[in-house]
């Protein structure tokens, strides 16, 4: 630290070096990562809210860092795209996705997050067919989901993505719906099989009155595009049945169980027959 005048120091430069001490060990760590494989696949199960049926996973990224223990993505995913590892990250947890998903019952679909990074590649679409084809994973089984904030940049060119992925049979949701400020004629010029209502707004549903109308809205909405929802971040039963009694619908979240690794995932799968 720099002396200024007498036992005056500096002393925000301190945490600021460590800061970027800290930053660079993580990116090395993201890098180093990536190559040792120890970035995972969890799944968080989605549910058909009217029969109560288990009917697909959504994969979420975890880093079993060993250094750091287990890594939430929100920590290395804006760091894997600033460093311009985003796409070759993603490429491998869906590789592992459909290697894990395969042994799977063939009813449950498999849905994956894609960062707006790689949405601005134009091969995109045709890396997304390259992995379905190399790991012999049917289309129809996967759902790609985009988020809101994908539509603020090229809406042409997001379009263009869509329709190839879905000419090849793979769906594609808006996720993190309601949070994006998108309009709702921009949302019908684009062919998205599904809506993901964001979990900030099903949390309200526990305030009964004024956070049933804003679902309800959200809801309202959906209907308008004519598209089926999923709403996400569903803890408790009483967010549950809020939620059964306003509409039709899929469903996740806590009160289903935390995501889990593969082999916690195929074990309850055999238990219930679903491998
Ligand atoms: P998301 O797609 O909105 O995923 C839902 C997040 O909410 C997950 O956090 C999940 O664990 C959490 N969650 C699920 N149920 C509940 C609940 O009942 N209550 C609460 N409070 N939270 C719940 P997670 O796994 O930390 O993921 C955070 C975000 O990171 C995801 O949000 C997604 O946008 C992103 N993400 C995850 N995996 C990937 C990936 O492979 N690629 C990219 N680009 N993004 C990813
Ligand atoms: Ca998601
Ligand atoms: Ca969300
Ligand atoms: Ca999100």
Known sequence: AKKQ??????????????????RNKLEAGIRAGIAN????????????????????????????SPELGVVG????????????????????LIAQAFEDAKEWDPELTLSVNISPVQMRDPWFAQKILKLLVAHRFPPNRLDIEITETCLH?????????????????????????????SSLSQLRSLP??????????????RQQENGDA???????????????????GIENETILEALKRLGK????????????????????????GLL
Request: glycine share 10%; no cysteine.
């Open 214 to 232: 804003l679902v309800n809205a959200i809801i309202a909405m959906s209907d308008g595009l004519k598209l089926p929802i999923t709403a996400e």
């Open 153 to 181: 940049e090229n809406v042409g060119m997001v379009r263009s993505m869509i329709t190839s992925l879905r000419n090849q049979g793979v769906h594609v949701s808006l996720d993190d719906f309601g949070t994006g400020y």
């Open 192 to 205: 998205f099989d599904r809506l993901k209502i964001d979990r900030s707004f099903i949390g309200e549903l």
């Open 73 to 92: 993505p929100d920590i290395f995913i804006p760091i894997a795209e600033e460093i311009g590892a985003i796409g070759e990250l993603s490429e491998n």
């Open 249 to 272: 619908m899929k469903g996740q979240g806590y009160h289903y169980g935390r995501p889990e690794p593969a082999d916690k995932v195929r074990e309850r799968l055999a238990d219930h």
């Open 37 to 64: 494989g120890e970035f995972v696949p969890y799944y968080e199960q989605q549910v058909d809210l009217e029969t109560d049926q288990l009917v697909g996973f959504e994969m979420l990224a975890r880093w079993e």
């Open 5 to 22: 005048g007498k036992n005056r120091y500096y002393w925000f430069e301190a945490p600021m070096e460590n800061e970027l001490r800290f």
